[in-house]
């Protein structure tokens, strides 16, 4: 057998070099920066702009689609094959421009955001993720068959990397509560010094929350995760904070979790809880 595969893959991650073994996988680095990385329209704010910029040393193109994902209980990211009861997608009413983008080193360029409510629009939020990939470098030479064993498969595949950011479009009047469970906050131990406090956070309601934690031992704080979202239409999400060396944690501290939303200054949620 004697077979030579090339084939390009699409990731939606961020990252520069990756390099994986069996078969050898080459990801072709995104060298993008994106500002915002998170886009909320209204009823009474139905624009917005991404501003976008090359940060290799290479001449890029960067194409931008609008994709549908779905977040898992752990905050990961999946495509969306078949929409699941409750899901509203913003695809079908966010208009976009360019599409398709060539940047110079350095170079920038602002993607504008249009948010088009039809008349019969249901209320509700509606999320789709705007997608930047930079299509893979073409092959310019195959595998040498001099040394090569010909029952061995071989397998290059150059992975283009996507780096996408969720587009919110809110219509109506929307409502949401938020709670951290008491009963499910557990430290635990990730490598042999690093701890993590873990608990499960609740959302009711119309909206989506995205905000940041802050884990209070008395009047110190003693860890912090930030940019924590719960998307609709889920209900929980497991959160995960890291815990400062600096800041150990044992059994009986008594500890204040607080959730406040990005821009707010009251907290949505807040429990205490003494560790068990």
């Given at each position: 057998m004697n077979l030579f595969l090339a084939k390009a893959?699409?990731?939606?991650?961020?990252?520069?070099?990756?390099?994986?073994?069996?078969?050898?996988?080459?990801?072709?680095?995104?060298?993008?920066?994106?500002?915002?990385?998170?886009?909320?329209?209204?009823?009474?704010?139905?624009?917005a702009q991404v501003d976008i910029v090359n940060t290799s040393q290479l001449q890029a193109t960067y194409k931008i689609s609008l994709v549908r994902k779905r977040m898992t209980e752990n905050g990961e990211f999946k495509d969306v094959t078949a929409p699941e009861p409750g899901e509203r997608f913003a695809d079908e009413l966010v208009r976009y421009s360019p599409r398709q983008v060539t940047l110079m080193p350095g170079a920038g360029q602002t993607i504008r955001i249009m948010f088009?409510?039809?008349?019969?629009?249901?209320?509700?939020?509606?999320?789709?993720?705007?997608?930047?990939?930079?299509p893979p470098p073409a092959i310019t030479s195959m595998p040498e068959k001099e040394g090569r064993d010909p029952n061995v498969i071989t397998m290059n595949i150059v992975a283009n990397i996507g780096i996408s950011i969720p587009v919110i479009a809110r219509h109506g009047e929307l409502q949401v509560k938020a709670a951290i469970d008491p009963a499910s906050v557990r430290i635990g131990q990730v490598g042999e010094k690093r701890q993590v406090l873990s608990f499960t956070m609740w959302r009711t309601g119309t909206r989506s929350i995205y905000g940041d934690v802050a884990v209070y031992r008395?009047?110190?704080?003693?860890?912090?995760?930030?940019?924590?979202a719960i998307y609709t239409p889920n209900k929980l999400r497991k959160v995960g904070v890291p815990v400062p060396e600096t800041s150990s944690l044992k059994r009986g501290d008594p500890l204040r979790l607080v959730f406040t939303e990005r821009n707010e200054k009251m907290p949505l949620a807040e429990t205490t809880v003494v560790l068990p």
């Open positions: 893959v699409t990731f939606a991650v961020s990252a520069t070099s990756v390099i994986f073994a069996t078969p050898t996988i080459t990801v072709v680095a995104a060298d993008l920066m994106v500002y915002p990385t998170r886009v909320v329209m209204t009823d009474r704010q139905r624009t088009k409510v039809p008349p019969d629009l249901e209320q509700g939020e509606y999320r789709s993720h705007l997608l930047f990939t930079k008395g009047k110190e704080k003693v860890a912090e995760g930030n940019g924590f």
